[in-house]
């Protein structure tokens, strides 16, 4: 266990809808990632939060936006979804630069979102 | 877009034997990390090795990096059916706490 939540577990949503996926960051943990792993491929950075603050962004359009909290929690909403949006979603946690430690990010089990 | 590259795909060995699992990549890195997924659930750290590092160890994994040909290799031995997953490397991307994951490497340990 890494004590880094994701929810829901999985999702079913249709093509143009929104989604919101959740996640719940290690406590004391500033920074998080999210992840898009589609099926039979590694996991593809989407943007990393830091503090709050977007820190860095993939390759991916604006219809994928996101927020971090004060108590650890983040979000991941998706806009207008297409049907290759369909994936695990990752978000992974860490201590960030602060730590002055190599930079072990903490998994959660994902979220699957099907669109249809 | 995908850094690492893992090499082979697919691995399929019996328990006991060793599985050695490749993965190079295009740029200059700081470090490489190695995760294990079982079945499309949550990746799971193995280790990671830093650039200025050759050779690392943790229980039955031993991993290898070579930036002179910018690629590395783990190495599970006496490996159990548990060890049953796909293995990914991934190396540090351009904000130092984002990755840039490879495809992977799906390992079946058959009992």
């Known amino acids: 266990e890494t004590g880094v939540t994701q929810s829901p577990t999985h999702l079913i949503k249709t093509r143009g809808q929104q989604v919101t996926l959740r996640c719940s960051s290690q406590s004391g943990h500033n920074t998080v990632s999210w992840y898009q792993q589609a099926l039979g491929q590694g996991p593809q950075f989407i943007f990393q939060?830091?503090?709050?603050?977007?820190?860095g962004r993939g390759n991916f359009p604006p219809r994928f936006s996101g927020l971090q909290f004060p108590n650890y929690s983040s979000e991941l909403n998706v806009n207008a979804l297409e049907l290759d949006d369909s994936a695990l979603y990752l978000c992974?946690?860490?201590?960030?630069?602060?730590?002055?430690?190599?930079?072990?990010?903490?998994f959660g089990p994902g979220t699957r979102l099907t669109v249809t | 877009s995908q850094q690492g590259e893992e090499d082979p795909q697919a691995l399929s060995i019996q328990e006991g034997e060793n599985a050695t699992m490749n993965c190079s990549y295009k740029?200059?890195?700081?470090?490489l990390q190695w995760y294990r997924q079982n079945s499309g659930r949550g990746l799971v750290h193995l280790i990671l090795i830093r650039s200025n590092e050759r050779e690392k160890h943790s229980g039955r994994l031993r991993v290898t990096l070579d930036t002179s040909k910018k690629s590395s290799s783990l190495l599970i031995t006496a490996s159990r059916a548990a060890d049953t997953a796909s293995y990914f490397c991934?190396?540090?991307?351009?904000?130092?706490?984002?990755?840039?994951f490879g495809a992977g490497t799906r390992l079946t340990v058959k009992p």
């Open positions: 939060y830091y503090r709050e603050e977007e820190n």
């Open positions: 991934a190396t540090d991307g351009p904000l130092n706490n984002d990755m840039r």
């Open positions: 992974a946690s860490s201590l960030g630069w602060a730590s002055g430690r190599d930079y072990e990010q903490y």
């Open positions: 740029t200059s890195i700081n470090n």
